[in-house]
Structure formats: C-alpha cells, structure tokens
C-alpha cells in the first residue's frame, strides 16, 4: 500500500514569483507519481507524471517535478507563476507492478492562489 | 460529448433516502474509476472497472455502496440509506486500457445529506 503526505494545504504567492508544492509518498514497492491539477470549476487533469528515466519532469505550461528515491519525495516547482496558475495541485502514487497498479493514491491537495 | 460527464453535478438528500449517481466516460475508454472526495480529505478509491473483467470494489466503504457498468459505457454509484458522513464529492474518471498512466476526471457530483 502507498501513502501520500501533501504538506501545505494553502500556498499563497505573488504573480511571477517561484514556488513550490512539496509532496513526499510512503511505498514499501517501486513507484510511479504523479500531479494532477484542479482549475476552479473544472474536473482534475494531469500536470505531469514520472514513470521511469530522467527523474526531472516537465509539464508544457512550466511546472517540472524531481523525483528523489531517497527523500521519497516529488516535490511540484515552478520559476515564476501566474494567475492563470490559481488551482488545487494533487500529488498521487501508484505501484509500478502488480495486481492492482491502476489504483492511484492522492494526496489532500494544495490551494495555489496566486495573486496580482 | 469529450470529457468524462457526471450528472447530477449536485445533489441534496435526506438521510435514508437512496441515491443513484451517474457516470458518462469518454468513448473508448475501457477503464472506469469512482473516487470520493471529503472535505478536506484526499481523493479516497472507491471502485475499478476494466473491460469485462470482475471489478475491484474493495474501496467501497460499506453494503450500502455498490455500483455498475454497462460494458464500457455509463456507471452508475449507488447509495443506499444515505447517512450524513456519505456527504462528500464524488469523482469518476475514466482512462483509456487499465495502466492508470493517464485519468480523465469528469467534474464531480457534489452530496449533501442532511
């Protein structure tokens, strides 16, 4: 079983300055994670995600995720935010084998809001 | 339509009153996903369906929850004998083959039972 610890439930920043969401997971087996993202009045989408490789992800609207084995963690950042960046971010984990590998355990969430 | 449709995207109840939520998945999407959200909680895992296969229901919280899938089209999540901690937001996301790589979320139904 995983688990997934999503430390700030609200990240308020200015416009253009960097954050981060920091997000560490528990797994006694191999991982896939990933961030999934909420707009206001929309359904979650997915950011991006780390299944093997380059442990350096990148989403296409500037966010990127480090995935650190050691410190099992998958912290979200980005350099400069915009408002248009305003919504609730998602950690969430899965096994990477086994029988029940398409269950996806999240995190409680983390209000970005980004203001002017 | 697109996207994973979800109807009512609202719902009151009264306690004891049975409710029945529905699902739209993309087309061609073999894998169907309930999820429930509570205030402040994360997404919890409700139910897995997946082509033809047995579905997992081994998130649902109780005898009062079950749910079912027409082949890979419409779910329906059904609560028997609501009671007030079933008030959350209900989430079904779909994907296409069961890798779970890759969810698309419909925007929810949000109950309220009071």
């Known amino acids: 079983a995983q688990s997934v610890t999503q430390l700030d439930s609200q990240v308020p920043v200015f416009e253009e300055a960097p954050v981060e969401l920091r997000c560490n997971y528990s797994s006694s087996v191999s991982v896939y994670l990933f961030w999934y993202v909420q707009y206001p009045n929309q359904g979650l989408q997915l950011l991006l995600k780390y299944l093997s490789g380059s442990t350096l992800v990148k989403s296409i609207n500037g966010f990127e995720a480090e995935f650190n084995k050691s410190q099992t963690s998958f912290h979200l950042r980005k350099p400069s935010v915009h408002i248009s960046d305003t919504a609730e971010y998602f950690c969430a984990v899965r096994g990477s084998s086994g029988g029940s590998n398409y269950k996806l355990t999240f995190g409680k969430g983390t209000l970005l809001t980004v203001n002017p | 339509g697109a996207g994973v449709s979800q109807s009512p995207s609202n719902k009151v109840t009264e306690k004891g009153k049975d409710v029945e939520l529905r699902c739209d998945p993309i087309?061609?999407?073999?894998?169907l996903y309930w999820y429930r959200q509570r205030l402040g909680q994360g997404l919890e895992f409700l139910i897995y369906f997946q082509g033809n296969s047995a579905p997992d229901k081994s998130g649902l919280p109780s005898d009062r929850f079950s749910a079912e899938r027409t082949g890979e089209s419409v779910s329906t999540l059904t609560i028997q004998r609501t009671q007030q901690e079933d008030s959350a937001v209900y989430l079904c996301?779909?994907?296409?083959?069961?890798?779970?790589?890759?969810?698309?979320f419909g925007s929810g139904t949000q109950l309220s039972v009071l």
């Open positions: 996301a779909s994907s296409f083959g069961g890798s779970g790589e890759k969810l698309f």
């Open positions: 087309s061609g999407h073999t894998a």
